[in-house]
């Protein structure tokens, strides 16, 4: 008897593969088989090869439900001590982020937090915010450092990032943000710490290959452009990528700074420029966008949409999960809050959580239904893409797999 050339396969499924020219890529009563990790066929049933019993060791129905690729979401900060809530009540009571921010809040309020906690406890209270996005069907998730603004701090960080991939078996890419915020004891001595960070804590953490991409945050309140610049070049010496916190707060043009290095994004965005724009579309840059922090700072002023739209700039969507602008723990309903808050269509919105967000990371092999791709995929209690949008909270997943295997949400 032959052995089956796939290791599963699952029929009766609404596929939305985001490859192929149909909307969503949608293929109605698809089936798609994986095998050693990776995805072996799709297409719709009536095209399989050979009956289903004798192609796969495991076949399934789902029953006409919606089948995505795996979730990416590629900006968060996950990695914090204690929390700000007690800043959500100041903003509500009329301060602005930049006050809190200049009083002693924001940043450095979480940077005393984290370098206060140790490895053990970074890594228990990020857990179930890891489990919370899993759960949610995200299967490769960004984690962001700078909230140590010193070495050791910044290692430890980083250290418990790749922890959680581990113990989730999930993808974790890990992006060093050195440049986040200045820490008290660098206040008067801006030159030193920057210097610290390209000569020192970049070229180390980078050694010991706990960096994946290089951020900054490029903002009056952040760090100028040629200082930004100054890190950009240090990290494509080590041949790293970059990626920046750009035109959150005001325009300092860093869209087109982190594309003249060919980064992989920019992120925020609510006050580029149509320069950017096309900087951004010369180089590839992906726009990822972050509903939640919008929301949370009850900003008024939208990211340029319809530029991004006309330049075919990717836009990509996040949750930006952090303590103080987006404590958001949700990746889908990021997506539903792009849609409501920045118009964009059901089928972006997704694509902003797939492949797109897949392409901020550098990641070619996910975030489509295509053969030879990672089998990272979600099967949804919904039947058509638009619903992973429509509906505000709950749960939705059915099963989450990373790599083939079925992982505990």
Same mark, same amino acid.
């Given at each position: ?57 495991? *076949?399934?129905? *789902? ?70 996005? $899993? ?32 113990? $989730? ?12 915020? $200045? ?11 920057? &210097?610290?960070?390209?000569? &020192? ?40 990528? *970059? ?167």
């Amino acid at each position: 008897m032959n052995e089956p050339r796939w290791d599963r396969l699952l029929l009766n499924a609404t596929l939305a593969t985001f490859a192929g020219d149909s909307p969503c890529g949608l293929i109605e009563h698809g089936a798609i088989a994986l095998h050693h990790g990776r995805i072996a066929w799709v297409g719709r049933m009536e095209e399989l090869p050979d009956a289903p019993g004798t192609l796969a060791a495991t *076949v399934e129905s *789902v029953d006409g439900s919606l089948v995505t690729p795996g979730l990416v979401d590629c900006h968060t900060h996950l990695v914090f001590g204690g929390d700000r809530a007690r800043e959500f009540d100041l903003r509500l009571n009329g301060a602005s982020y930049e006050q809190i921010a200049r009083a002693g809040g924001g940043i450095v309020s979480t940077v005393n937090a984290t370098r206060a906690a140790s490895d053990e406890q970074l890594f228990a209270q990020a857990l179930p915010r890891a489990r919370a996005l $899993l759960a949610d069907g995200v299967t490769t998730l960004e984690i962001k450092s700078g909230y140590g603004l010193d070495l050791e701090s910044e290692r430890r960080m980083l250290r418990v990032a790749r922890r959680l991939g581990r113990e $989730l078996g999930i993808s974790v890419r890990t992006s060093f943000l050195g440049l986040h915020a $200045l820490p008290p004891e660098y206040r008067d001595r801006r030159a030193d710490y920057v &210097g610290l960070v390209c000569d &020192g804590m970049l070229p180390a953490l980078a050694g010991e290959g706990l960096v994946d991409a290089v951020d900054a945050f490029c903002e009056h309140i952040g760090f100028s452009r040629a200082e930004t610049r100054r890190v950009f070049e240090r990290a494509q010496q080590l041949g790293l990528p *970059v990626k920046l916190h750009a035109e959150q707060l005001s325009d300092l043009d860093g869209a087109a700074l982190v594309a003249e290095f060919g980064g992989l994004s920019a992120d925020h965005l609510e006050h580029l420029s149509e320069s950017g724009v096309e900087a951004m579309a010369r180089a590839g840059t992906v726009a990822v966008l972050l509903p939640g922090a919008f929301y949370a700072l009850r900003e008024t002023k939208l990211p340029p949409i319809a530029l991004l739209r006309e330049h075919h700039v990717p836009m990509a969507i996040a949750t930006d999960c952090n303590p103080g602008t987006s404590p958001l723990l949700s990746l889908r309903l990021a997506a539903g809050m792009a849609c409501t808050l920045f118009r964009l269509t059901p089928e972006e919105a997704l694509r902003g959580i797939t492949v797109d967000a897949a392409r901020a990371l550098g990641l070619y092999d996910r975030g489509t239904l295509a053969v030879g791709q990672r089998a990272d995929l979600v099967v949804w209690q919904a039947k058509q893409p638009a619903e992973l949008c429509y509906w505000i909270g709950g749960s939705l997943v059915h099963e989450v797999c990373v790599g083939g295997e079925s992982v505990t949400t």
